[in-house]
T-cell receptor, first 111, second 115 residues
Framework: QKEVEQDPGPLSVPEGAIVSLNCTYSNSAFQYFMWYRQYSRKGPELLMYTYSSGNKEDGRFTAQVDKSSKYISLFIRDSQPSDSATYLCAMRFWSWGKLQFGAGTQVVVTP | DAGVIQSPRHEVTEMGQEVTLRCKPISGHDYLFWYRQTMMRGLELLIYFNNNVPIDDSGMPEDRFSAKMPNASFSTLKIQPSEPRDSAVYFC?????????????FGQGTRLTVV
């Protein structure tokens, strides 16, 4: 079993819809949770960062962490074609160190 | 800052040849990471450095892989001899120390094809 599980998709949604992404993990020691966005043939870039449980909102993006269920989510409101990318969850145990990535979910937003 | 710079962007080589990938991290960053990305295995950490010292190389697949960081502004990942299963996109990333809410910044990657 992988430490971090993420459905690879693809997930296709119409423009304007809400995109819902999630990851589950097995190690309760993870404390820092991130979401990265990766466009085709580019490196990943950090979207959201959350410490421990709770919600965080940044513009159209909302990240949620439920440590009791070992489950994290990313929501994208009012999705745009420019949101079409692969979204990777990542997590680590301490404030710095090795990041464990999920497999990434490919999202396609159709006009 | 120009960001993390990797070279070459693309590399095609024959099996058995030596391959060297290069990375220039963002100035002032204390951490440097080498990742490999494939469809089958996703994004895997190979090795990371702190202040030029290798901290964790447990992700390095085998002895054919080696990484060095001779100074704060340069790192190499070498594969010798290369094999077709090494074909992947290799990313270098760097990050500052001690900041809870900042993260690693990735380069554009080197797409390696071993034929």
């Amino acid at each position: 079993q992988k430490e971090v599980e993420q459905d690879p998709g693809p997930l296709s949604v119409p423009e304007g819809a809400i995109v819902s992404l999630n990851c589950t993990y097995s190690n309760s020691a993870f404390q820092y949770f991130m979401w990265y966005r990766q466009y085709s043939r580019k490196g990943p870039e950090l979207l959201m960062y959350t410490y421990s449980s709770g919600n965080k909102e940044d513009g159209r993006f909302t990240a949620q962490v439920d440590k009791s269920s070992k489950y994290i989510s990313l929501f994208i409101r009012d999705s745009q074609p420019s949101d079409s990318a692969t979204y990777l969850c990542a997590m680590r145990f301490w404030s710095w160190g090795k990041l464990q990535f999920g497999a990434g979910t490919q999202v396609v937003v159709t006009p | 800052d120009a960001g993390v710079i990797q070279s070459p962007r693309h590399e095609v080589t024959e099996m058995g040849q030596e391959v060297t990938l290069r990375c220039k991290p963002i100035s002032g960053h204390d951490y440097l990471f080498w990742y490999r990305q494939t469809m089958m295995r996703g994004l895997e950490l190979l090795i990371y450095f702190n202040n030029n010292v290798p901290i964790d190389d447990s992700g390095m697949p085998e002895d054919r892989f080696s990484a060095k960081m001779p100074n704060a502004s340069f790192s190499t990942l070498k594969i010798q001899p290369s094999e077709p299963r090494d074909s992947a996109v290799y990313f270098c990333a760097s990050g500052p120390w001690g900041e809870k809410n900042t993260e690693a910044f990735f380069g554009q990657g080197t797409r390696l094809t071993v034929v």
